[in-house]
């Protein structure tokens, strides 16, 4: 014994929540082109789903959970998923990169389907969606095979595969929107130059940073 009361080694149950941007958009439309360049700017955190499954290693605890269900052609189950980026968050808030009432994070490929955002909902508070919207369909499948080749993924490269992709978009992806408040969707043709696409988002960054920031739930409650 050493004279000093020990204390359980605990954490404060308060919730983090961190301030968060969302890249919206069907497959193609450049959120994660978008979200890589606004990573780089000061207090902004760029975090895609995709990059963070794909770096899992394949015969890990997690790569093995993954693998049940990706090689049976199913989906990451949503609980999952959201497990995967608290984890994540927790690795960066260790090494100090990701900072409470210091930093904004940049969604790009999460939240997926309704039940994510409201899994989320205590987790990141989402002040803006930048909702990439691109109409030229061909334009978006073009995209998708330059970065499948560029990638070096190429299943992802078949028609077939990213028919597949878009139609999961419309069907389950873009309803997710319907969970935010209206207000809080920002739509930008995402069928231009991409520096053009990126204008119009820090554009838009610019005039969020200057005007009182509500929750998004706060905000439905008073729009």
């Given at each position: 014994?050493?004279?000093?009361?020990?204390?359980?080694?605990?954490?404060?149950?308060?919730?983090?929540?961190?301030?968060?941007?969302?890249?919206?958009?069907?497959?193609?439309?450049?959120?994660?082109?978008?979200?890589?360049?606004?990573?780089?700017?000061p207090l902004l955190v760029h975090i895609s789903m995709g990059d963070i499954f794909r770096k899992?290693?394949?015969?890990?605890?997690?790569?093995?959970?993954?693998?049940?269900?990706?090689?049976?052609?199913?989906?990451?189950?949503?609980?999952?998923?959201?497990?995967?980026?608290?984890?994540?968050?927790?690795?960066?808030?260790?090494?100090?990169?990701?900072?409470?009432?210091?930093?904004?994070?940049?969604?790009?490929?999460?939240?997926?389907?309704?039940?994510?955002?409201?899994?989320?909902?205590?987790?990141?508070?989402?002040?803006?969606i930048f909702h990439l919207k691109i109409q030229d369909t061909k334009l978006a499948m073009e995209?998708?095979?330059?970065?499948?080749?560029?990638?070096?993924?190429?299943?992802?490269?078949?028609?077939?595969?990213?028919?597949?992709?878009?139609?999961?978009?419309?069907?389950?992806?873009?309803?997710?929107?319907?969970?935010?408040?209206?207000?809080?969707?920002?739509?930008?043709?995402?069928?231009?130059?991409?520096?053009?696409?990126?204008?119009?988002?820090?554009?838009?960054?610019?005039?969020?940073?200057?005007?009182?920031?509500?929750?998004?739930?706060?905000?439905?409650?008073?729009?």
């Open positions: 014994m050493n004279g000093l009361s020990e204390k359980p080694d605990c954490r404060d149950e308060k919730a983090t929540q961190y301030r968060a941007y969302l890249l919206f958009g069907m497959p193609g439309s450049g959120k994660g082109t978008q979200g890589a360049v606004l990573g780089q700017l899992i290693p394949k015969y890990g605890r997690l790569g093995r959970e993954i693998e049940q269900y990706t090689s049976q052609g199913n989906m990451v189950p949503d609980e999952l998923t959201v497990r995967i980026f608290k984890q994540h968050l927790h690795i960066l808030e260790l090494q100090e990169l990701l900072i409470e009432d210091q930093h904004t994070l940049i969604l790009d490929g999460l939240p997926r389907c309704y039940s994510q955002a409201e899994m989320l909902e205590s987790v990141i508070d989402v002040v803006q995209r998708l095979k330059a970065r499948a080749l560029r990638e070096n993924r190429l299943d992802d490269m078949s028609d077939e595969v990213i028919k597949r992709r878009l139609n999961t978009y419309y069907e389950d992806t873009y309803k997710t929107l319907s969970f935010y408040p209206r207000e809080l969707v920002y739509d930008i043709d995402a069928g231009q130059c991409m520096i053009d696409v990126l204008r119009d988002i820090v554009n838009r960054l610019s005039e969020v940073k200057t005007r009182p920031i509500l929750s998004s739930r706060l905000q439905a409650v008073t729009s």
